[in-house]
């Protein structure tokens, strides 16, 4: 899937993309540096531009978060 993205987007896309996202992806159980502005999760969080947090992560969600995230 990956490759299919990257050839979705061409390299003039792909630089205007370029430091308009930030995206950290924290594992529940193993990562705890959401806990004190996110609070508690069970399952991963996909956090977007440290103001958009994904909790229920799927192909779906993820994309309609960048596309909000884009469009700001």
Avoid: M, P, Q
Avoid at 16 to 39: H, P, S, T
Avoid at 49 to 65: G, P
Wanted: charged share 35%; aromatic share 12%.
């Amino acid at each position: 899937e990956i490759n299919n993205n990257e050839e979705r987007y061409n390299s003039k896309e792909r630089s205007y993309f370029e430091g308009r996202l930030e995206v950290v992806i924290y594992r529940a159980g193993k990562d705890f540096g959401y806990l004190k502005k996110y609070g508690r999760t069970t399952k991963s969080l996909l956090v977007i531009n440290e103001s958009k947090a994904v909790r229920n992560i799927s192909k779906d969600t993820i994309s309609a978060a960048f596309e909000e995230a884009l469009h700001c």
